[in-house]
């Protein structure tokens, strides 16, 4: 396992990873430099950190070539909530040399329970970008907020900007939304009987009341 501080310039022919890859330890944002070639063995795993606008990244000196093995794992971990279209490039290669191979998780990766496409066609780098997702309203929570996160079935985070929120069942129906200034892509009603309050908000595809009848 490979776990150097932050900002270490690495030289050589090829640097390759069999084991773990964390630029700068787990849960710390940092930039690793290798002026060489790189390669991600089949049992690498390059563990990067989000947090806020900013992430762990690897940059490639120019007109050298990352290679991804087969079996070679991406994971991770986020302590903010991305808005869709939120992107953090972590491998950086400057120069013209595509990527080589692909991640075992494919075009897709969720970490810390947001949902991320991986993009490997963007110049020479790889980029993460958060994607939209759907919340389900389960009230599980021990108030009506929004930022409850138990008050959502993922249980984890709560709808950021372009996502949608779906509204279910008959527990806590009152939601608030204590988030100022959020933008949702849109609202769906999937049951009758909820009165939503709090802080006013953006819909940029509208409301879609498909069950019974609902106050906003």
């Given at each position: 396992?490979?776990?150097?501080?932050?900002?270490?310039?690495?030289?050589g022919?090829?640097?390759?990873?069999n084991?773990k890859?964390?630029?700068?330890?787990?849960?710390?944002i940092?930039?690793?430099?290798?002026?060489?070639?790189v390669?991600?063995g089949?049992?690498?795993?390059?563990y990067?950190?989000?947090?806020?606008?900013?992430?762990?990244?690897?940059?490639?000196?120019?007109?050298?070539?990352?290679?991804?093995?087969?079996?070679?794992?991406l994971?991770?971990?986020?302590?903010?909530?991305?808005s869709?279209?939120?992107?953090?490039?972590?491998i950086?290669?400057?120069g013209?040399?595509?990527?080589?191979?692909?991640?075992?998780?494919?075009?897709?990766?969720?970490?810390?329970?947001?949902?991320?496409?991986?993009?490997?066609?963007?110049?020479?780098?790889?980029?993460?970008?958060?994607?939209?997702?759907?919340?389900?309203?389960?009230?599980?929570?021990?108030?009506?907020?929004?930022?409850?996160?138990?008050?959502w079935?993922?249980?984890?985070?709560y709808?950021?900007?372009?996502?949608?929120?779906i509204?279910?069942?008959?527990?806590?129906?009152?939601?608030?939304?204590d988030?100022?200034?959020?933008?949702?892509?849109?609202?769906?009603?999937?049951?009758?009987?909820?009165?939503?309050?709090?802080?006013?908000?953006?819909?940029?595809?509208?409301?879609?009341?498909?069950?019974?009848t609902?106050?906003?």
């Amino acid at each position: 396992d490979v776990t150097p501080v932050d900002n270490v310039y690495l030289v050589g022919t090829t640097a390759t990873f069999n084991g773990k890859l964390t630029p700068a330890g787990d849960a710390v944002i940092g930039t690793l430099t290798v002026d060489g070639n790189v390669t991600f063995g089949a049992a690498s795993q390059y563990y990067v950190t989000l947090n806020g606008a900013t992430s762990d990244k690897l940059v490639v000196t120019a007109g050298d070539t990352v290679t991804l093995t087969a079996g070679a794992d991406l994971d991770g971990q986020g302590s903010s909530l991305h808005s869709v279209g939120d992107a953090f490039t972590i491998i950086d290669n400057p120069g013209a040399v595509a990527i080589v191979g692909t991640f075992a998780d494919g075009a897709a990766i969720t970490i810390s329970g947001q949902d991320y496409g991986i993009d490997y066609a963007t110049g020479s780098d790889v980029t993460l970008t958060r994607s939209q997702m759907t919340w389900t309203w389960d009230g599980g929570g021990a108030n009506d907020n929004w930022t409850t996160v138990a008050n959502w079935t993922a249980d984890s985070w709560y709808p950021a900007d372009g996502d949608i929120a779906i509204f279910t069942g008959v527990v806590r129906p009152t939601p608030s939304n204590d988030i100022v200034g959020r933008t949702l892509d849109s609202i769906i009603f999937n049951a009758g009987g909820f009165t939503l309050g709090g802080n006013a908000l953006t819909l940029s595809n509208g409301l879609n009341n498909a069950v019974g009848t609902n106050t906003i």
